[in-house]
């Protein structure tokens, strides 16, 4: 089984920046693509940036230009660097990862618990 665990969250004014991180554990033999989504209080989880092992990313309109997405392959780690931080940014922060546990098997979808982030004054 594999767990993702993020950390970061916080309070932030607006106009701030804050970085997440998160870390996996448990049983991988690769991550194919790895990123993050948000929930808004009311609103249904929508993604936030995703980058693949080959390094693309892509990130939701609202966040470019505005957030980073990285990665370390090697530790199987991914960071958001989120920067100009608007109210409307207020979320739990979820990491995703689609993991291949083994050589030979399916990837599978994996979702870290959730920190949170308030933008506010």
């Known amino acids: 089984q594999v767990q993702l665990v993020e950390s970061g969250g916080g309070l932030v004014q607006p106009g701030g920046s804050r970085r997440l991180s998160c870390a996996p554990s448990?049983?991988?033999?690769?991550?194919?693509?790895m990123g993050w989504y948000r929930q808004a209080p009311g609103k249904q989880r929508e993604l936030v940036g995703v980058?693949?092992?080959?390094?693309?990313?892509s990130y939701a309109d609202s966040v470019k230009g505005r957030f980073t997405i990285s990665r370390d392959n090697a530790k199987n780690t991914v960071d958001l660097q989120m920067n100009s931080l608007k109210p409307e940014d207020t979320a739990v922060y979820y990491c995703?990862?689609?993991?291949?546990?083994?050589?030979?098997?399916?990837?599978?979808?994996?979702w870290g618990q959730g920190t949170q982030v308030i933008v506010s004054s």
């Open positions: 995703y990862a689609n993991v291949v546990p083994e050589l030979g098997r399916r990837p599978s979808n994996f």
């Open positions: 448990g049983s991988i033999f690769s991550i194919l693509n």
């Open positions: 980058k693949s092992s080959g390094g693309s990313t």
